[in-house]
Nanobody
Framework: QVQLVESGGGLVQPGGSLRLSCAAS????????MGWYRQAPGKQRELVATITIIGSTNYADSVKGRFTISRDNAKNTVYLQMNSLKPEDTAVYYC????????????????WGQGTRVTVSS
C-alpha cells in the first residue's frame, strides 16, 4: 500500500509562490508515474500536473506556465512549484501515483493522502 504525505501548503497572497512536497513510501517510487491533483470547495478533484518515470511533464491548461512538477527519486518525493498564484488556485492539493500512466490520468487509486491546503487570498 502506497503512503503519501503532502506538505507545503498555506496562505499566500495573489501573485505569490508556494512549493508543495509529497513524500511517498511503500512503493518502488522510480517506476511510478506521479500526479498532483486539487479539489476546490464544492468542486470535484481535478488533475493539475503529471510526471512520467523519465521526467516528462504535462499540465492542466489552467496552470500551464505557472506550475512546475518535478521529482527526486533518491528522496521518493515529488514537488509542485506554484508561481503567480491566483485566488482560483485555492484548493486542497493531493499527490498520487501508479506504475501505469493511465491510472494517474484517470485518478484510479485505492487511497489518497490527507492533502495540503492552499489558500490564495489578499
Amino acid at each position: 500500500q502506497v503512503q503519501l504525505v503532502e506538505s507545503g501548503g498555506g496562505l499566500v497572497q495573489p501573485g505569490g509562490s508556494l512549493r508543495l512536497s509529497c513524500a511517498a513510501s511503500g512503493c518502488i517510487f522510480r517506476i511510478y508515474y506521479m500526479g498532483w491533483y486539487r479539489q476546490a470547495p464544492g468542486k470535484q478533484r481535478e488533475l493539475v500536473a503529471t510526471i512520467t518515470i523519465i521526467g516528462s511533464t504535462n499540465y492542466a491548461d489552467s496552470v500551464k506556465g505557472r506550475f512546475t512538477i518535478s521529482r527526486d527519486n533518491a528522496k521518493n518525493t515529488v514537488y509542485l512549484q506554484m508561481n503567480s498564484l491566483k485566488p482560483e488556485d485555492t484548493a486542497v492539493y493531493y499527490c498520487n501515483g501508479a506504475p501505469r500512466y493511465d491510472s494517474v490520468t484517470a485518478a484510479r487509486f485505492a487511497s489518497w493522502g490527507q492533502g495540503t491546503r492552499v489558500t490564495v487570498s489578499s
